[in-house]
């Protein structure tokens, strides 16, 4: 099988018009142009494969949770999951709701208030958080031209009342430690970072390699490895985590900023990006074209 | 390695106390004996492995239910999925809270309101739907002795009262079809299965088997297979499901009767059987003795 | 102040068009002309002011709910509150949401699932329920000719879906002890009271008489009477119970059938019907009306 | 009859024991003595009535909201209910679950995130916000020994959290407009005002008396005091409203200092003070004893 044509071919076969909408309510992102779209897979032995824009930056928002909890899981295995679960939430990504039900403790660390404790119990550790985080992200492939894209993150802080509702809301249960803007500025940074879909695809082959980065370093175990990509498969795409599991069958992770990451374990993984989002605030057309791209190729994991 | 071994020991190593409690709310399963423990695996090249009371039969429960989905699965391609979702609730197994905000669409055919309209959807398709039911459950095994228990059964419609609720709830949105009491008593002879774990392991082996019985039956296709999985993987195990995921790592599927049924696609198929159960209503030795089998197997989706 | 003129004007003040909306759910109710407007008001000295089509009878739907509770509360002075309770639910009417929350218990008897526990209570006292509860609504006033209306029970019968979920659900938690169809045929029959202004204002006089009805029977005590107000006052409105409160000051109660009737204690009852409604499911134009009255009359409870 | 002595003797039939708990999330709350009691009463006319340790001051906390409100509405009479409504909520006074359903619009003023929206309309308003707002406070009764307790205001700051959270989440919906420690720190402020019994239902005759105050003046037209009066009614004891209308009777505020303020319009305010709650955070002793109050003078306003 000629993978770049079946890429090229998976793009063609997509509807004409897409019905998604572009982010808008971090201004920064409302920039981002509607018909750009690329894809980029790598295999485990590191044979790849890509299409479009693939080469094009673009924030990668949400999906920079995975690599935060990367970070905190090598830290703390066990204590961290007395400060958020490993359930999918059933309500969007923002919501308050379950946080009051469940007394502070965040459903999973991909929804907001999840994220938020992750970063606070990464404060607790760095000794330069910003710094540290960007170096573990760009070890994970040597590319070091992965960075924070500084305007948004400041556009993203501007717009962060609701993170800092999460926040205060959590602390009154004591389930955060550090001050409000200091987690705050550490989040935005996070959810920042910039990288085009063969970055973001090298960045995570980690998790569909049992654990070793594409530079050859272990990362976190193979126990650890299947731990965060159940958490992935469960609630990597917020409250449409059914839905994915159910078309494409792989653990992944979104973004607002239009990028999908996808992996089969032991084989390939594969990043997606396309800014217009459906109403769950998932990529319109990367959920379709992973649909089609695991029932092409006929595998996934179940 | 000796996987009878390995189930013996793994057994051992459970806690010497059980800190479950065994369902009570059917009286008729108040009776099951606590300490009972049933394993048993079988691979699809038709490799068996068991410990303990792998032989005695239980009343399988809400395991059943990925049964009847199957069946109106294979009746219903496409409108099966306007009437109930694919996506983990977030609430325990009987809520009618999402209901209300749904509109009447369950969340996912895995709860007891998602599996009454899928019974309700059979009513319109079988002649005869508990015979109709049970001859497609034996046939998935050749093992004519499966059976539903009727005492069970009569225990079961006689606590109905939440059911009835949830089927009235429905119907006031639309989507429930058939009378009460024909729905509930089928609903009910449903969950009142009754199987060992040999067989449990046996029948869901089709699951494994991208779609193909023991029996050497096509029942389901190679994507439609694939679907099932991921519905058992992400609603299976009700709001327990990311700790499964988490923990086990396998598509699976739990009763209050104390059963687990969990699966490695293209791989095997195991059942297990401890009768108390832990608050989110899942046997708790079960699923300890599960994280134990594929830590020491090491095989897991993820 | 001659009252009638003032009723007149205050009728003539009301805005041009009427933006609410006749409601359907009960097939039976559609038929209301949306352009009818009664008022009717009785004083504790049995003066009497009317305006308009205040001789013509509708159904008084959810206002009988004030009269099965003053029936109940004659037989049960403690229990009753037991299985019922006096809160305002900031839901709507018929939310099924907090009665999961509340354990079965609904926060009034206001509600429907509190009038149905109401209905319930009075199936174990009433010798033949029906024709207790009629004669004991004529007796208010000596009028015979107030009866139930059976094509509005009827087609209330049919569309009760929601109710049977509600009664079903309380069942569940022990909070339901009579047969479904035996109480939602007493309950559709309570609903289906017609009567006209006059009429009913006559009949919730006693409330504004310390208990004593326009025959000059006591129905109860000084004490009681109280209570049955402060529950129309903070519960009678549904969710809009506030902006009454706000607006008229006066304790009432509404029905979907267009109808409100409020009382001023030791003073005077009156009951307005225009059958649209507004969002809340409170006649628009009896809100409007009353709001007017009791601004220009200067006196309220507050 | 000898008010005094009724007092007294009302005081003689409460339980021997307090099953109360003083509130203690504010630490310096939590140094209250448990049998402590008082009680005043003032009429329009101005005649007095008193028992026990009515000259001892308390924080009136959440009495204090009334107040700010008054303040809020003689300033701005339409916009300020487009900001809060006036319905009560059936939570707690601190959820914010209701909140995001609706919004971030408050249901009412007097529970914690309407009395936020209150201060953040005030703060627009005044030149020198806790200066102008004591001032208005002492206005009503003359009295300029009324003081902001200074350690109380501390204590609250530093417990702010679930405040601080409520905050920033309405802000996210456009409903704060100031700054949040600047907001807090008035908050703080306004709930530490302490005062005595006799303090206390002098400063509230106001509402008693058609909207004018002990020294004469009037702070707010007629319809006004009957809305706050209705508002009050409704939503002044939080989810225990209710209870309060029919056990009470009469318009009331409580506070977690252990106080209540009640009046009978175009009658008398008393005040009563207890610091023992129950569990739904109101003065235990408070409650029974103004149930006793109104019961043995057989008023209410219904």
Redesign the interface.
């Known amino acids: 099988m000629d993978v770049n044509k079946l890429l090229a071919k998976l793009h063609a076969d997509l509807p004409s018009e897409n019905t998604g909408i572009v982010a808008s309510y971090i201004p920064e992102l409302a920039h981002a142009q509607r018909d750009k779209f690329g894809v980029h897979a790598v295999t485990i032995d590191q044979r790849e494969f890509s299409f479009g824009d693939y080469e094009e930056g673009f924030s990668i928002q949400s999906i920079a949770k995975v690599l935060s909890l990367t970070m905190a899981y090598q830290r703390e295995n066990k204590d961290l999951w007395k400060r958020v679960?490993?359930?999918?939430?059933?309500?969007p990504f923002n919501?308050?709701?379950?946080l009051?039900q469940d007394m502070g403790i965040p459903?999973?660390p991909m929804n907001n208030s999840g994220a938020l404790v992750i970063c606070d119990i990464l404060l607790d550790y760095l000794a330069d958080p910003k710094k540290d985080l960007l170096a573990f992200v760009q070890s994970l492939t040597g590319d070091e031209t992965i960075y924070f894209n500084e305007r948004v993150a400041a556009s993203e802080r501007e717009t962060s009342?609701?993170n800092?509702?999460?926040?205060?809301?959590m602390?009154?249960f004591g389930n955060i430690r550090n001050g409000t803007e200091r987690l705050l500025d550490f989040y935005c940074s996070l959810c920042s970072i910039e990288m085009n879909c063969r970055q973001l695809s090298r960045t995570f082959l980690f998790l569909a390699n049992d654990g070793v980065s594409l530079s050859g370093e272990r990362i976190v175990s193979?126990?650890m490895?299947?731990?965060l990509?159940?958490?992935m498969?469960?609630?990597g795409l917020y409250?449409?985590?059914?839905?994915f599991?159910?078309r494409v069958?792989l653990?992944g992770k979104s973004g607002v900023g239009g990028g999908i990451v996808a992996l089969l374990?032991r084989d390939y993984c594969v990043a997606v990006w396309s800014p217009p989002l459906n109403k769950k605030g998932n990529s319109h057309f990367g959920m379709a074209f992973l649909e089609g791209f695991t029932?092409q190729v006929?595998e996934?994991?179940?």
Do not use: H, M, W, Y
């Not at 800092?164 to 809301?169: G, K, M, P, T």
């Not at 409250?239 to 839905?243: F, K, P, R, T, Y």
């Open positions: 679960g490993v359930e999918p939430s059933g309500t919501s308050l709701i379950q009051e459903r999973n009342d609701r800092r509702a999460l926040i205060e809301f602390r009154s193979i126990s490895t299947k731990r990509n159940a958490i498969q469960l609630c409250d449409e985590a059914g839905e599991a159910f069958g653990p374990p029932s006929g996934s994991i179940f």
